[in-house]
């Protein structure tokens, strides 16, 4: 039976459970990390606390618990589930309140951590390619609701997800307020064209992915050319090469957008480099 950590304690799955007055469930009022266990070892675990307590900075919630203590409640966690390779959901909420959304009303942020499985894309997909499309739902604009903040309110996401369903794929390109590629529903997005690697920069309203940054970090020590910059639909259906990263995806390759071919129409010779540099980086 999984152990899931509440609040400093750890808890059977089928008591691990939280108030119908918590703003989380109520509003969506909280953030969350979604972190990979790979042998044993937490990815970037540094990384994803830092990018929570940022998330929660930005929306004014104070986490009663200190990065040190984070990362430990973390890894405790994990190990007292006995997971070598697996995936992590820590969820901040801000607490119970009343059934009005003012957050002074509320007490006790809630701290949960739980430790399963992941696995979003068969093997299948990651020889042979996937196809996307372009969604109707743009991205939220970074002034009404930033994309940085890595809230538990994903109904933008989910939106387009549903599109992507719709047209039978398993993943959608958002663009953002400005009709330029944002990213993907939890996904981030690259392209190659003449063997530079092009994925748009943070200010085109995306979430900054932990699997993005490395993926960069490992395509400079191989010397690859990386920019981050604008880039619309046009540079899409011309790219060379397509992928997507994130932390279930991991690094995996597009090949079809919007019913058109990318490239050849089979996973690039980058794409194939990359994502056998993020295996190896991962120890998998
Ligand atoms: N964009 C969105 C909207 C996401 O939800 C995610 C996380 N699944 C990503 C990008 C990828 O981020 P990461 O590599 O940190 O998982």
Request: proline letters at 4%; a neutral charge; hydrophobic letters at 40%.
């Amino acid at each position: 039976m999984s152990k899931i950590y509440m609040n400093g304690k750890l808890v059977e799955k089928a008591d691990a459970v939280i108030s119908v007055y918590d703003h989380g469930f109520l509003y969506g009022d909280g953030i969350f990390e979604g972190i990979r266990i790979y042998n044993s070892v937490v990815f970037k675990l540094h990384e994803h606390i830092v990018r929570l307590y940022e998330s929660a900075k930005s929306i004014d919630l104070t986490i009663p618990l200190s990065i040190d203590e984070m990362c430990k409640a973390v890894k405790d966690t994990v190990q007292a589930n006995a997971k070598k390779d697996g995936y992590i959901r820590l969820i901040v909420s801000r607490g119970v309140g009343n059934l009005g959304l003012d957050p002074r009303k509320t007490t006790n942020p809630q701290i949960i951590i739980i430790v399963d499985d992941i696995s979003i894309y068969p093997e299948e997909m990651y020889e042979k390619g996937m196809e996307i499309i372009t969604a109707a739902t743009i991205r939220n604009i970074p002034n009404a609701l930033n994309p940085r903040i890595k809230s538990l309110n994903y109904l933008n996401n989910i939106l387009a997800k549903l599109e992507a369903n719709r047209a039978g794929v398993p993943e959608a390109i958002m663009l953002n307020h400005l009709g330029e590629v944002a990213e993907c529903t939890a996904d981030n997005i690259f392209l190659v064209k003449n063997g530079v690697l092009k994925t748009p920069a943070p200010q085109c309203g995306i979430l900054e992915g932990i699997t993005r940054n490395t993926v960069m970090d490992l395509a400079r020590a191989e010397k690859i050319t990386v920019e981050e910059v604008v880039i619309t639909r046009h540079d899409v259906f011309i790219a060379d090469e397509c992928f997507l990263t994130g932390t279930a995806a991991e690094v995996i390759s597009v090949v079809k957008c919007d019913g058109r071919k990318i490239g050849d129409g089979v996973p690039g010779a980058m794409t194939k480099l990359l994502r056998e540099r993020f295996r190896k980086f991962v120890g998998i």
